[in-house]
T-cell receptor, first 116, second 118 residues
Framework: NAGVTQTPKFQVLKTGQSMTLQCAQD?????MSWYRQDPGMGLRLIHY???????DQGEVPNGYNVSRSTTEDFPLRLLSAAPSQTSVYFC???????????????FGPGTRLTVL | AQTVTQSQPEMSVQEAETVTLSCTYD???????LFWYKQPPSRQMILVIR??????QNATENRFSVNFQKAAKSFSLKISDSQLGDAAMYFC???????????????FGKGTKLSVKP
């Protein structure tokens, strides 16, 4: 049971380049989310998914695309990287349930992205 | 929309002493979850403690406990017998019990950086 995995751990891009941040979970969680963490800003929601084939925007979605073709995978695509997207990116997953035993979001190790 | 506020950007505590980190939140919902996450220099987000709003009893996990004041919308974290390994960024987070749409996600405060002095 690997939990939530993210690749790569570090990435440097040039302005205008595109790339995909990978996220996978093996806990059969319905909910998956992408957050970005910036100094002094906490974590902010980019996109989320409540199940395979269903995605929606969070607080800061501009410049990012997502898709959810399987329960396990939830990649985040940067279409044309900008310096403002320099950040640490976290993927998280959880069950979709009212049971308090299952309300925890599990986080991946994060990806540090620098856009020059 | 819900908001979470952590008013202490940085805190410092002496090893073996007790420290309290503050968190307030705003919501119109009556049922929700509150969490404290720890983020050490490794960057990994680690769940420290959780509280269900419908439970009056404050949650406790070993040296970590919370003071949950629902009417005041306050959710502070107390760390007793502080250890060097407690040095980290701490985030307070809110999650709705309504799992429709974006409400199943976490809303974070901006964090408090805790330093532990030997």
């Amino acid at each position: 049971n690997a939990g939530v995995t993210q690749t790569p751990k570090f990435q440097v891009l040039k302005t205008g380049q595109s790339m995909t941040l990978q996220c996978a979970q093996d806990m059969n969680h319905e909910y998956m989310s992408w957050y970005r963490q910036d100094p002094g800003m906490g974590l902010r929601l980019i996109h989320y998914s409540v199940g395979a084939g269903i995605t929606d925007q969070g607080e800061v979605p501009n410049g990012y695309n997502v898709s959810r073709s399987t329960t396990e995978d939830f990649p985040l695509r940067l279409l044309s990287a900008a310096p403002s997207q320099t950040s640490v990116y976290f993927c998280a997953s959880s069950y979709s349930s009212f049971d308090s035993s299952y309300n925890e979001q599990f986080f991946g190790p994060g990806t540090r992205l620098t856009v020059l | 929309a819900q908001t979470v506020t952590q008013s202490q950007p940085e805190m410092s505590v002496q090893e073996a002493e007790t420290v309290t980190l503050s968190c307030t939140y705003d919501t119109s919902e009556s049922d929700y979850y509150l969490f404290w996450y720890k983020q050490p220099p490794s960057r990994q987000m680690i769940l420290v403690i959780r509280q269900e709003a419908y439970k009056q009893q404050n949650a406790t996990e070993n040296r970590f406990s919370v003071n949950f004041q629902k009417a005041a919308k306050s959710f502070s974290l107390k760390i007793s017998d502080s250890q060097l390994g407690d040095a980290a960024m701490y985030f307070c987070a809110y999650r709705s019990m309504n799992y429709g749409g974006s409400q199943g996600n976490l809303i974070f405060g901006k964090g408090t950086k805790l330093s532990v002095k030997p």
